[in-house]
């Protein structure tokens, strides 16, 4: 949503407080009546909303012209939201039907849009959610955690997207948009510090380099001590959850003047600190209760845990004004490197070694994943239409090539975290695709949009096991697998414009998602694939401008049904990723948005949306919370199951829903200012809900997560017309304490939101 349009003076500021004052004074009829006129004027400019401008449809429009439920954050309230270091995760349930969850923690988002993503934590998964980065496709997850810092707005497309944007979008996109250079001088600098010793700067500075060239810098760092103290004496680490971040981005762009611009990026990151902390059997037997006495500030593990990642790309968009046509080329490199190792079992000791706890540990589990080599290059070509009248069009070509190697390990945390077991995998991706769409007036209300998309994409893959491994598995390999596939996506859409402040629109699109393939070889025997899955949508919905542009609101209605869907067993009795299809699954619900000033002081926005998912293949079963280790799983299974032959016990899952999939997600946000000497006096609340969701894709009772409450508050001022804002921040300003996700194959396992924190920041901008 669009940050609204504010008085650009100190003087306009405190028009409002100087009419007030001057209404109260005598005065002849004539000046009461100007006064009036000047108070409704000065009322009148400071309640508009500025026009939201999205690149949806990769051009310039206005969102309420837009065939596709789209909700857009921007200005302030991304800045509020990722106030005091927050990473990408702070978008989850702050915009309808989008839940973003990590078992890594800061690396490894996982996206999930109207209920469709995927809970894989192996790190060459494919996830249905599409993250854009300044026009560059995001592809491995590690990528999707680039932290958040000098944006101009974040996009969040709901439904499938891939007629118009490359790389696996059947359930959405979420596209971010960094501020670009201009001829005009202009930057910002940025401190907080805050609990547990946080600290994060962050700041650009953009100008002229000549007539033709102009430059942006951006910078970030962020830094917060652990505070979770490991009660075990022998632990390798004493104080978790730490972590320091440092980013950075370089812009050049290049005007002609006659038609021509390139704009050059260049990106890096640096992360290091404490893996996603594991804490065994935080959970009731029976329930999602936490157990009584359960801490958050401590845990109790003897293994070794730690995170790094390094990353940079760069990326290069020119674009030709060719007269009744333009010509775009986008290239775009990326690159990471990162380790995660961490105690997975959550405790120390297990049943074989006493002593062993918290409660029982089946076996000592630590492990590790990383990517020594990766690299990802794509290529799009695209040329669109300039203004032809009644129908508008584009068209290009698009090319992806990514190669990558995961390592896996596993250690021996009971005799000083010794090696005992290494795999590799390594995967070739190539697609290529070639796209088309167009837009016709029908009429001058009613306009019709379509788009065609064929893609061929093509794995070849290899696993190998290196290191002999736990559960008896040889030094083998390699496993090839290859995958070839290819698809044609396609949308229709329509926009009838009731009058020029409504719109009514109905879209269907087909979305496609490339097969998988995964190999855990050091817990799994051989590899697993997944066939490509399908998803027709269909939606509608209406968008408006309301109260004279103080307000505005969008509701729609959808429904979607998967073919093949990709899902993934994870867990289980051997911490396995076992790639399946589900025959078919279904989505429906509705979505709402609304933004509105309900005083000339008081700006609100609300967000809502129900999403009711399910799971249709009655034949479908997976292993549960460690069934492989007898008839009876260590936790309370609600769906039907069956013990193997081979003392493996599984759980039939048709009728669930997804996972991490909430029906309810709901969000809020209030800011109320008022002038006060040279400046303005403000209080800005943001709250998210999202109700229950299942962690997996059978349902347990201690694996079925609690609704979530959490909230923000900032108190703040500023002055110079908001170029100096100083102000007191707060996240989860309730101190809500829950589990997000749970390890299911060993013992009750969990890991837990973020804790309450405050802090202060200053913010100068030039």
Known sequence: MSVPRRLSSRSAQLRPLAIAIAMLLPAAPVLAQDVAADQAAAQKEAITLDT???????????????????????GEKLNVLASGGEDVRFLSGRVPSLNIESSFGRAFPRFYIRGLGNTDFDLNASQPVSLIYDDVVQENPILKGFPVFDLDQVEVLRGPQGTLFG?????????FESRKPSQETDGYAQVSVGSNEAINVEGAFGGPLSQHWSARASMLYQKRDGWVDNTFAAGPERDLEGFEEMAARLQLLYESGDGFEALFNVHARDLGGTARLFRANI????SNDFVPGFDRDKVTIDGTNFQKLESQGASARLSWDLGRTTLYSITGYESVDTLSRGDIDGGFGDRFNPPSGPGTIAFSAESADGLPDHSQFSQEFRIESNE????????????????????SFNYDSLHGGVQNGHAVQEQRNKAWAVFGSG????TDKFKLRGGLRYTQDKKDFSASVLQSAPFGTPVSGPFPVTTDANDVSWDLSGTYAINSDVNFYARVAKGFRAPSIQA???FSPTPSIADSEEVISYEAGIKADLWNKRARMGFSVFRYDVKDQQLVAVGGGNNSAILLNADKSLGQGFEFDLEAYLTPDLLVTFGSSYNDTEINDASLAVGVC??????????????????LPNGTTVAFIDGNPLPQAPKWIHNLTARWGIPVGEGEFFVYTDWAYRSEINFFLYEAREFTGKSLVEGGLRLGYNWDAGNYEVALFGRN??????AVGGIDFNNLTGFINEPRNWGLEFTAKF
Do not use: M
């Open 52 to 74: 939201v401008q999205v690149t949806a449809q990769r051009r310039v429009e206005n969102a309420k012209d837009v065939p596709v439920s789209l909700t857009a954050v921007d």
């Open 167 to 175: 790389r696996n979008t059947p359930a959405g996109v979420v596209k």
């Open 283 to 286: 959970f009731q037997k029976g």
């Open 388 to 407: 032809w009248g009644r129908f508008d069009w584009q068209a290009g070509l698009f090319y992806f090539d990514e190669d990558i190697t995961v390592d």
């Open 439 to 442: 837009e016709f007036d029908v």
């Open 520 to 522: 855990r070889l050091l």
């Open 626 to 643: 460690g069934g492989t280790f007898g008839a009876t799983p260590h936790c309370t299974v609600t769906d039907p199951t069956q013990l």
């Open 733 to 738: 300003i309730t101190d809500t304490e829950r």
